[in-house]
């Protein structure tokens, strides 16, 4: 029994590690966009052409909540949109060269910041650091 109590303290202690880099990644490198437009940003990024209820999808909010963030990207010059040539009751969007520029620097900001945290750490430290990173790609495998 004792093994299964270490699994789930130490898969506690890395859900609670990974929601507080995370979190300090978010708030270190967003710029003009919130956690929330960053987050739909990435997902355009990553789908290419999404819908609206792909994005829904992806982001796990309700397609409201998607239509609002679109607009406000759309304002901002993030993104454009335009009727789906296969069916014009859907909306598709795509990033526009600002929104592209934007996502990737909100990127570099984030590398940059866990770079800086890196560099503090003792050689052996980043050598863990390496291991650690290999292992967490490992866990994520197949998602």
């Known amino acids: 029994m004792e093994t299964n109590t270490n699994t789930n303290e130490t ?14 990644l978010r708030y270190s490198a967003l ?8 987050s739909m940003l990435a997902s355009i990024d ?20 998607v239509t609002r963030l679109v607009k406000d990207l759309m304002k901002a010059g ?10 014009r009751r859907s909306t598709r969007v795509r990033l526009t060269a600002l929104g592209r520029r934007d996502l990737n620097a909100i990127r ?5 910041f866990l770079e800086r945290k890196l560099l503090a ?16 790609e490992v866990l994520l495998e197949g998602e």
């Open 11 to 24: 898969a506690a202690r890395l859900r609670r590690a990974i929601t507080r880099i995370n979190r300090k």
């Open 31 to 38: 710029g003009g966009v919130t956690p929330a437009q960053a």
């Open 46 to 65: 990553k789908l290419e052409r999404p819908s609206l209820g792909d994005l829904a999808v992806a982001e796990q909010i309700q397609p409201p909540s």
């Open 78 to 87: 993030l993104i454009s949109s335009a009727s789906d040539p296969d069916d």
């Open 108 to 112: 570099q900001r984030k590398t940059e």
């Open 121 to 136: 750490l003792s050689p052996v430290d980043r050598r863990h650091a390496e291991k650690l990173v290999s292992f967490l």
